[in-house]
Structures are given as structure tokens and as C-alpha cells.
DNA sequence: TAGGCCATCTGGTCCT
DNA sequence: AGGACCAGATGGCCTA
């Protein structure tokens, strides 16, 4: 079967050869990771044919040296962008790694995929609200005490001003249960602000996947 | 050993 | 033109 990185790898040859010398093996030399081991005969193939186009390139030397000046820009912006591609995911880890320290850790401590990251977010949010619009429904049968101590009393509170009005939003919302709202003001700590046990959800409202 | 998850490379597309 | 974003492909690692 004539996988498509073997495609990519003869193409990235034509991209990197005929005059320079070590382009077949520049993509494979661009990996700093050991991890990253391109097929081993794809690879020796492509520089077996570059090889073999050495002796051809040298008769028309002077329009091969300015196709090895393309091949080698060409080649510097893709490791450039491997370069940034790698960063760019990077980064997208890291996000997903806060958003697993401020979510509820499991008992057996085992590290939540990306997907179930996503999901478990999404799934603690609708959570959150519900929490806090079942909360102000039971503060508004409440209301005829003045002195009714409130259900959640250390429920972060929020300025009118402030953006983040989970209550409000989540309250005057008919469709809360579908499209939960999130603090917009993005709170170092999303979980902090809430004092009470949200965990009246159980774990297992929060398994990834479910009611997804 | 099969399947899941992940990191990386790559080319295409869109945007500035 | 160059960077950001995306999806497909691939190989490595781990676990049941």
C-alpha cells in the first residue's frame, strides 16, 4: 500500500533536491524531537534518487543554483512553520492544562484526555449554572424574609458593572440548561468563586461524554 | 496485539 | 508575502 507520507516524502524531496546537498534529509534533520522518526525507506529512497540526480543538475548549473536558492527558502519557511506549528500546539496544551487544574480533580487522579478535558468543561459550566439558577430561585421564594440568610451566602458577588453576572444571566435565562453562561471576566480561579460545594453534582455528573 | 491518545509534519486555505 | 489555523497522515507510547 503506497501510503500518502511516502507521496509526501518524494514531494518533499522534489522540493529540497536536485542541487542541495543534505535537502533530502533537512525535514528529517528540522525534528529535534527523537520521537518524530520519519519511515525509515521512504527516506533512503529519496536519497537514493537525489543522488542520482546530482550528475544531471551539474550540467545545467546555472539554473540550479537558482532552483537550490528557491528549494532552500522554501525549505527554511517550512521548518519555520513546523517551528510555529509546534508553538501554536504547544500552546494549545498549556490552555488545556489550566483548564484541567481550575476543573474538579478525579478520585483516581488519572489525567483527563483532551477530549474528555472539553467535555468535562463543558459539562462542570452547565454544572455551575444550574447551581447558581436553582440558588436564586429558592433566594426568590425566600425574598419575603428579610432576614433570610441566603442558600449560597459566599457566592462570589459580582458588581452590576461587572461583566461576569453569572447570577443574573443564568437566571433570566429560559434555555440556562442548554447554553449555560460563563464569566466572561475569565477568573484565575472559575471554581473559586464558588465557596459552596458544587460537588452536589456528583462525579458522576461530570463523567466526559455524558449528556453530551 | 489491537486500539486509543498524542506529537509532529505537511499542504491547503484564509487573513492581515 | 507571511503568519495563523486547520485537517489528514504517520509513527511512538501505553494499556487492556
Known sequence: METVYSDMDSSSCD????????????????SPSSSISKPASPASDSQGSCATDLGQTKRRRGRARNEATVHVVKKNRRVKANDRERNRMHSLNDALETLRTVLPAFPDDSKLTKIETLRFAHNYIWALSETIRIADIEQRQNKSRADAPLLLPNLCVMDASDACSWSSSASSSSSSSSSPSYCTSSPSSPAGCFQTDVRQ????NFVPGMSY
Open 15 to 30: 522540493y529540497f533536491t536536485h542541487d542541495d546537498d543534505d535537502s533530502c534529509s533537512s525535514m528529517r534533520a528540522s
Open 201 to 204: 453534582y456528583s462525579y458522576h
